[in-house]
């Protein structure tokens, strides 16, 4: 696995629907047409991710194709199924909303957390199944298909916020990410739980697409990735190599920086690329948030894009592989999709 060629760091569509931070960015399902964002002010949107148009220039939308308003407080995830027909949302509200999509309502309202809900994620056959993770500290999976109000089951080892989820249907795992500093994978079949410890707190938790590898984020600056079977530690990004010169850089690039906030990172081409968002140096009123890219093999930064004058923070970014696209959402209530 290399980083073949560049790595798409061409704006192309800046959407500007959202009147507070975007926590939540993701594709539909197969070429990722369209992009599902949530946002502290509560809404969910959809969007079409690339713009209908033969112009070179960035275009801007103003307007979404659909609204999603539901949830009375900030939206802090969002999971797609795969057949783009349903979608999941998590936030502030202490609920998970199962929503369809073409209704635009909500189908479902699961309540069973007692404090803000961090992440969502489908799984089982037909994405029947939903698994939500909490600040209560708990991991909850749901039958989209009961109409019963309690949780199949309830995971309770984490010892603070579960903070990011990410469900692997091959070797039906769920991986979580806690601000205990441990991230947990629960075995379905066998019924057993690994734990790797981290000392800092996870905000972001994915697997490859081989499930042999976790990737996650932790409030120290750094991602890692470690080996799934054993724990150990295969690749460190985000340490002294982003104050390096990136092939893809339009100014002096900055240090990598997550220190306070929930910043996510996932893989991107084919699990050859690491893909994040930052945060801004505080001190600096002039400093804005980067998004890197990172070579997998070499651990290298290919890509550090500044995300805008005013951005201080882009928390989530999403992955396209067949779109070979990508999105980043902002602080400033913007989201940018670049190819």
Not at 165 to 183: C, E, F, K, N, Q
Not at 217 to 229: A, E, H, K, V
Request: glycine letters at 10%.
């Amino acid at each position: 696995m290399t980083a073949t060629g560049s790595f798409p760091s061409q704006l192309v569509h800046t959407l500007k629907t959202h009147h507070g931070p975007v926590n939540a960015v993701t594709f539909s399902g197969g070429p990722g047409a369209y992009i599902l964002t949530g946002s502290t002010d509560r809404a969910v949107h959809l969007t079409r991710a690339i713009p209908n148009s033969s112009n070179t220039s960035v275009v801007e939308t103003t307007s979404p194709i659909q609204k999603y308003e539901a949830h009375g407080y900030s939206v802090l995830d969002i999971a797609v199924a795969s057949d783009n027909s349903k979608f999941a949302s998590v936030g502030g509200d202490r609920q998970v909303f199962l929503w369809d999509v073409e209704q635009g309502i909500t189908v479902r309202r699961w309540g069973g957390h007692n404090a803000r809900v961090e992440a969502v994620q489908f799984a089982g056959e037909d994405d029947a199944v939903v698994v939500s993770g909490s600040a209560d500290t708990t991991i909850n999976i749901w039958d989209g298909r009961s109409n019963s109000h309690k949780p199949i089951q309830t995971l309770t080892e984490a010892g603070d916020t579960v903070s990011s989820l990410h469900v692997h249907m091959p070797t039906y795992s769920i991986a979580s990410g806690s601000y205990d500093g441990r991230a947990r994978v629960y075995d379905i079949r066998m019924g057993r739980t690994t734990v790797d410890v981290l000392g800092n707190p996870i905000t972001s938790v994915r697997c490859s697409a081989d499930g042999n590898a976790l990737l996650m984020s932790t409030l120290d600056s750094r991602i890692r990735m470690l080996d799934r079977d054993d724990g150990k530690l295969l690749k460190a990004f985000g340490s002294e190599d982003s104050t390096k010169q990136s092939p893809i850089s339009r100014e002096k690039p900055a240090p990598y920086r997550n220190m306070e906030l929930r910043i996510r990172s996932v893989f991107a081409k084919g699990d050859a690329v690491v893909l994040s968002g930052s945060e801004s140096d505080k001190d600096d009123r002039s400093a804005q948030a980067h998004i890197f890219a990172w070579d997998i093999l070499s651990g290298d930064v290919i890509a550090s894009i500044p995300a805008g004058e005013r951005v201080k923070a882009v928390s989530c970014v999403a992955w396209n592989e067949k779109g070979k696209c990508w999105a980043g959402g902002c602080s400033d209530g913007t989201v940018k999709v670049y190819r």
